[in-house]
């Protein structure tokens, strides 16, 4: 997140989302989940304090993170979790270089989601 007056609030703990990198709204973004149209609406929130989410990245860099209740993953359908490990640790993994690739901000979404939206005549 750029560092300004107002800074981005963690919608769950309250702290500062201080880089893109951590944030769980630009995360969804990358996955094609947040239009580009809803990104300066939506809520911000730390990518940890997004367990249902964060439980399925899987990467060596990332503390892994555990969630409990209806959402856990090791009560869900394996074929599911794999697939959704694949593409939230990818969409991760690809936010994690945004700082360093020097890319318009539509070019960060994962190359299936900007496809997509290429062939979409709206958004
Ligand atoms: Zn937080």
Same mark, same amino acid.
């Given at each position: 997140m750029a560092r300004c007056d107002q800074g981005y609030l963690c %919608? &769950?703990? +309250?702290?500062? &989302? @201080?880089q893109i990198t951590e944030s769980d709204l630009y995360l969804r973004y990358v996955m094609g989940e947040v239009s580009p149209l809803a990104l300066p609406k939506e809520r911000e929130r730390h990518i940890r304090c997004n367990p249902a989410t964060a439980q =399925? !990245? &899987? %990467?060596? $860099?990332f503390e892994p993170v555990v969630c409990s209740g209806v959402? $856990?993953? @090791? +009560? #869900?359908?394996a074929v599911f979790v794999h697939e959704q490990e694949d593409r939230v640790t990818r969409a991760w993994q690809r936010l994690q270089e945004i700082p360093t690739l +020097? !890319? /318009? !901000?539509? @070019? =960060? /979404? #994962?190359p299936e989601v900007q496809a997509a939206w290429r062939n979409q005549t709206t958004v």
């Open positions: %919608d &769950v703990c +309250g702290q500062d &989302v @201080e =399925y !990245i &899987v %990467d060596p $860099a959402f $856990a993953k @090791e +009560g #869900l359908d +020097g !890319i /318009p !901000i539509t @070019e =960060y /979404p #994962l």
